[in-house]
């Protein structure tokens, strides 16, 4: 019998907690990660009130500097510690791959100059469009439609642009490149950089809509990932016959390696509440994981560099958090973790090397405090554990620890 029945794991994307041992490893613009720390220089700048996860020990973490507007709970209702990577990036993809148990020990490419012009070549001769050549670099997705959003609608060339993570994205208006045909280039993009020298991470389908000045990316975003190179603790729960249920773009991390139940994309962080209540109250699911990514903390705010509009998203999750709660059985557990930085008071666009936090939380705990410091994977390795499944490659399960 599992300790737990059900565990659902929750994903603020890009929530990190301060720099890794090895930030100054990591460079954003020039500048190395060593002094980034997302959760502490919102708190620090535009003030952060979250008590609901400060209940549960979130100001409790071990720091340098206490959370500046997160009080240490004197009797915390759950358990929380931080978690440092060991992977070699600090994208989507190597954080939640690590996070269900994989090392990944090669990074993806990047493409700090662009992709180069064979890539285009192809995509130009498949396609039958062609590409805007100014727009191949790193960019914001909302600044590169805003200035080359205009002369797509005139012409009908593709925008292709990268990032600091290891991806090639394709904006399109879906007045002027159907969605059907932007997911068919896009699928071909993906087909050609599935090794080096350009082995991505993700092609992401950017479409939008609206008029020049007023351009609006849609909910139709499309990400094709790579699989994962060796067995998750995903793929270890569903060869074992129990439920694993994906909210928002977890099953395009994976490649839907594992997944067994996709509960689709996310229109927001609200919608993606909504989907995980759904989940959690469907009359099946009596025994699994659910695995929910909210997106909008890195997407919308972190890369474009908006502290108070993060603030604000960070509060709207604590206020729809007692909900969450509210749903679980007895026998649940919620872990409420990140899979990276990205400090939007920080240099550049990048993500961030951070910690990321960890809070543990239960109808069924009798205790409380604090889980010893451990690794991203740790997380697969307490939910194989609980399970009773082989763990993936890494990972230290803390399953005896929450009690």
């Not at 009908?156 to 002027?176: F, K, N, R």
Request: include cysteine; charge should be negative; proline fraction near 6%.
């Amino acid at each position: 019998m599992p300790k737990f029945n059900r565990i659902h794991l929750v994903v603020l994307d890009s929530v990190g907690i301060g720099a890794a041992p090895d930030a100054h490893n990591f460079v954003n613009a020039g500048v190395p990660d060593g002094a980034s720390d997302t959760l502490g220089h919102i708190s620090k700048s535009v003030g952060l009130n979250v008590p609901n996860m400060a209940k549960l020990g979130l100001g409790n973490i071990p720091r340098e500097t206490p959370l500046k507007t997160v009080p240490a709970e004197s009797n915390p209702t759950g358990y929380a510690t931080k978690l440092e990577e060991v992977s070699l990036g600090k994208d989507t993809m190597t954080g939640h791959w690590e996070i269900m148990g994989l090392n990944i020990t090669e990074p993806f490419d990047t493409f700090w100059n662009g992709f180069p012009e064979e890539i285009l070549t192809k995509i130009e001769e498949f396609s039958g469009r062609k590409v805007i050549r100014e727009a191949n670099k790193p960019y914001s997705g909302t600044a590169v439609i805003d200035d080359f959003g205009p002369r797509q609608m005139e012409t009908g060339e593709l925008i292709i642009y990268t990032s600091a993570d290891p991806v090639l994205q394709i904006a399109a208006h879906e007045d002027i490149i159907p969605l059907d045909e932007l997911y068919r280039i896009c699928e071909y993009a993906r087909s050609i950089t599935l090794e080096r020298p350009a082995l991505l991470g993700r092609i992401i389908a950017r479409p939008y809509v609206g008029e020049p000045g007023n351009f609006t990316r849609t909910a139709n975003r499309r990400d094709l990932a790579v699989s994962p190179f060796a067995p998750t603790v995903l793929d270890k729960l569903n060869e074992a016959g129990i439920d694993t249920y994906a909210v928002g773009k977890i099953n395009d991390i994976f490649n839907g390696a594992g997944i067994n139940h996709d509960m689709g994309h996310n229109k927001s962080n609200s919608h993606g509440i909504d989907t995980l209540l759904k989940t959690m109250g469907l009359p099946e699911f009596e025994k699994g994981f659910s695995f929910t990514n909210l997106v909008d903390f890195d997407a919308v705010y972190g890369h474009r560099r908006d502290p108070h509009g993060y603030r604000d998203c960070l509060h709207e999750f604590d206020e729809r958090l007692p909900e969450i709660m509210a749903a679980m059985r007895e026998d649940d557990l919620l872990l409420i973790t990140a899979d990276h930085g990205n400090d939007p008071t920080y240099a550049g666009t990048d993500h961030t090397r951070e910690y990321i936090p960890l809070l543990a939380y239960s109808p069924s705990f009798k205790g409380n405090g604090l889980i010893p410091v451990g690794h991203f994977a740790d997380i697969s390795a307490t939910i194989a554990e609980n399970f009773g499944v082989e763990k993936a490659m890494i990972g230290e399960s803390f399953l005896d620890k929450l009690v």
